[in-house]
């Protein structure tokens, strides 16, 4: 049974990394050379799409890193397991400090009531998503390596 767990837990983790890691370096490339407001409304319509889901991905793996980490306590690897969790909680919070503000904010953009500086915000939004994905590449690294 752990070893399910443990297979569940790090393709759940592995393929929230790779959405994310998606955002980060391509779809967010993509929008950027878009003409016009076509990069903005993307980015609008995508942080509704992916605002909606993210929130549960991130739950999942989250309860799941800490469920094997209780399950593997006397097991090889398990201080691995704990510190992913960790790096899982600490996605969590800037999520919730850092990034879901400004998508909030981003999701209801049009060309028509925009702010002016949105531009900046969503170049923060960046900065902060690519500290994010480095931290849940981590987390699952350390997931994989428990693995061993």
């Given at each position: 049974?752990?070893?399910?767990?443990?297979?569940?837990?790090?393709?759940?983790?592995?393929?929230?990394?790779?959405?994310?890691f998606?955002?980060?370096?391509?779809?967010n490339r993509?929008?950027?050379?878009?003409p016009?407001?076509?990069?903005?409304?993307?980015?609008?319509?995508?942080g509704?799409?992916?605002?909606?889901?993210?929130p549960?991905?991130?739950?999942?793996?989250?309860?799941?890193?800490?469920?094997?980490?209780?399950?593997?306590?006397?097991?090889?690897?398990?201080?691995?397991?704990?510190?992913?969790?960790?790096?899982?909680?600490?996605?969590?919070?800037?999520?919730?400090?850092?990034?879901?503000?400004?998508n909030?904010?981003?999701?209801?953009?049009?060309?028509?009531?925009?702010?002016?500086?949105?531009?900046?915000?969503?170049h923060?939004?960046?900065r902060?998503?690519?500290?994010?994905v480095?931290?849940?590449?981590?987390?699952?690294?350390l997931l994989?390596?428990?693995?061993?």
């Amino acid at each position: 049974m752990l070893n399910a767990l443990e297979v569940v837990t790090t393709v759940v983790v592995g393929l929230m990394v790779g959405v994310e890691f998606s955002v980060a370096f391509i779809m967010n490339r993509i929008l950027d050379a878009l003409p016009e407001d076509s990069g903005q409304l993307g980015h609008a319509h995508g942080g509704r799409m992916l605002g909606a889901l993210m929130p549960f991905w991130y739950t999942a793996s989250l309860v799941l890193s800490a469920i094997w980490a209780v399950a593997g306590w006397h097991h090889h690897g398990a201080g691995l397991v704990v510190t992913a969790a960790g790096l899982l909680i600490l996605s969590v919070v800037m999520s919730i400090l850092l990034l879901v503000p400004i998508n909030n904010r981003n999701k209801t953009w049009t060309p028509e009531n925009r702010p002016a500086d949105w531009k900046e915000q969503l170049h923060s939004w960046n900065r902060y998503h690519y500290i994010r994905v480095a931290v849940i590449v981590a987390a699952f690294t350390l997931l994989v390596a428990a693995l061993a």
